[in-house]
């Protein structure tokens, strides 16, 4: 098992269904959980709060929504804003825009996975969950072919399964596991 | 730089690099590129988040079918491409009313403007019409649209020719009307525009108060005193010390009691925050100390 000071952060995503499934892994973890946990989930573009809030009530650390050129800290999760895409600087800072639409969203998960891997390389660990459109995948495989981890959930488990049979058709992942199974080994990194 | 702007870079075909990251350029060459183009052009290309200069060169690059740097160069040479370069490559914010919670926060302040002057609103940094046109629109249902004289500034003239024109190249016309509902319009969306040869026209009564200035706004004086400015997600394209810059010079051209709207997920720098009073912290609406300008019964 990886200590938690080979990660930089984890990058989690997810579109349909996947609400119960972040707050699930969020508030199985450790309350000192160690490494950044940047959220990117798709939502309605003129709701701007709620989620956050929502995700507060059973997460065992604290979630917020960032500013633009915030700085990422540790035993924090950080959750994509509405209608802005997510993205990391290399100066570990966090970069939003208004960039046009990927893959019909904004926040798009491509482009957090994927700037994710451009930063982090082999010491970013992306997490694909539950989801109804193909966003993600691709970002997922640039975690997966600069070396980090990669975690897909396990289709059978997931409400709709498109997203991570998408990703499973481009690469072959780290892990396939449950949102239970995927709690336990965050868990485990921060041992 | 002769070393950069020479090399080839192995670029990158739509099909390679469908995420647009910029994946084929190192930090220094993305950082050499974009000081050449802002040396070229007197626009701070190269002050920006260096994830966002890389994945915009990409999309640069692939858009006008360069395939290397020197390639570049050569075309930097032509006004007519550095236009072109104007015009592709900053981020259109083609929303209309954009955060219906600000547009309904801005009615209100509006309602209670106490003067009778003609109040200037300068877009220093103005890509397309979206934010343009969603204020005439919000000015003309409050039957105060002749208050105010609307300044559109850009590096572009092609972006300034079209919002002259009412021209908003929308992709998703229903967003705005969804947006329009949210913000409480008094009116029928669909009745402000047309729709012409696949882009959308505004009315063009609307567009009367509308006055345009071609040239970057931190190289030009600004166009007279502001009574608002608007510079809503347009830090988000700087990088932190040219952020403060920017706003300390708008912040001086805004008149006392002005106010200045920037995006919700966007921090006023400190330097500038002193001199202002946040009015709305949710949608990030500051007002400048002092009383030149007076909203409903203070003072």
């Known amino acids: 098992m990886n200590s938690s000071k080979r990660y930089k952060a984890v990058i989690i995503g997810g579109s349909a269904g996947s609400f119960s499934v972040v707050s699930k892994i969020l508030s199985k973890l450790d309350p000192a959980f160690p490494i950044p946990v940047i959220i990117c989930m798709h939502r309605l573009k003129h709701v701007r709060s709620g989620l956050v809030e929502a995700l507060n009530l059973r997460s065992k650390i604290k979630v917020m929504e960032p500013y633009d050129k915030e700085r990422i800290g540790e035993n924090r999760a950080y959750l994509a804003p509405s209608n802005y895409h997510l993205f990391i600087e290399f100066d570990n800072t966090f970069h939003l825009s208004t960039e046009a639409a990927l893959n019909h969203s904004r926040p798009a998960i491509d482009y957090t996975f994927s700037s994710a891997a451009y930063t982090y390389r082999d010491k970013a660990l992306g997490i694909i ?9 691709k970002g997922l495989k640039d975690i997966h ?11 059978a488990s997931c409400d709709i399964d498109t997203m991570t049979k998408a990703a499973l058709k481009l690469f072959e992942p780290d892990h396939v596991m449950t949102p239970e199974m995927i709690a336990d080994y965050l868990n485990q990194l921060a041992v | 730089m002769a070393r950069y702007l020479s090399k080839t870079m192995p670029f990158i075909s739509s099909t390679d690099n469908t995420l647009n990251m910029g994946a084929d350029f190192g930090i220094k060459e993305v950082k050499e590129i974009a000081s050449f183009m802002a040396e070229s052009t007197g626009v701070p290309y190269d002050r920006a988040p260096v994830s966002f200069m890389k994945r915009r060169l990409s999309y640069i690059f692939r858009k006008h079918n360069i395939r290397n740097s020197g390639t570049l160069k050569e075309m930097l040479a032509s006004e007519e491409y550095r236009e072109k370069l104007a015009y592709d490559y900053p981020v259109e914010v083609t929303d209309m009313f954009r955060d219906p ?5 801005l009615r209100s302040l509006l309602k209670c403007l106490g003067t009778n002057d003609t109040i200037n609103v300068w877009f ?3 890509v397309s019409g979206g934010e343009v046109f969603s204020f005439l629109i919000l000015a003309k249902e409050l039957g105060i649209n002749d208050s105010f004289k609307i300044i559109c500034q850009h590096p572009s003239a092609g972006r300034l020719e079209e919002i002259r024109k009412g021209i908003l190249p929308l992709k998703d016309i229903q967003l705005g009307s969804s947006n329009y509902v949210r913000t409480a319009g008094k009116g029928v969306f669909e009745d402000y525009y047309s729709t012409r ?3 959308f026209v505004f009315e063009p009564s609307l567009l009367k108060n509308v006055q345009t200035v071609c040239g970057h706004f931190l190289s030009m004086p600004p166009p007279g005193n502001a009574g608002i400015v608007m510079f809503r997600n347009k830090m988000l394209y700087l990088d932190k010390e040219f952020s403060a810059k920017s706003m300390e010079k708008l912040c001086d051209a805004l008149l006392p009691g002005g106010i200045i709207a920037i995006g919700p997920r966007e921090r006023m720098p400190d330097v500038v925050a002193v001199k202002l009073e946040c009015v709305d912290d949710k949608e990030k609406v500051f007002r400048k100390h002092g009383f030149e300008i007076v909203w409903g019964n203070e003072q």
């Open chain 1, 129 to 137: 969950l539950t989801g109804a459109n193909k966003d993600g995948a």
């Open chain 1, 145 to 155: 072919d600069k070396n980090g981890t990669t975690i897909i959930q396990d289709p």
């Open chain 2, 101 to 105: 919670g600000f547009w309904r926060y």
């Open chain 2, 124 to 126: 220093p940094d103005v």
């Open chain 2, 197 to 199: 040869d696949n882009v």
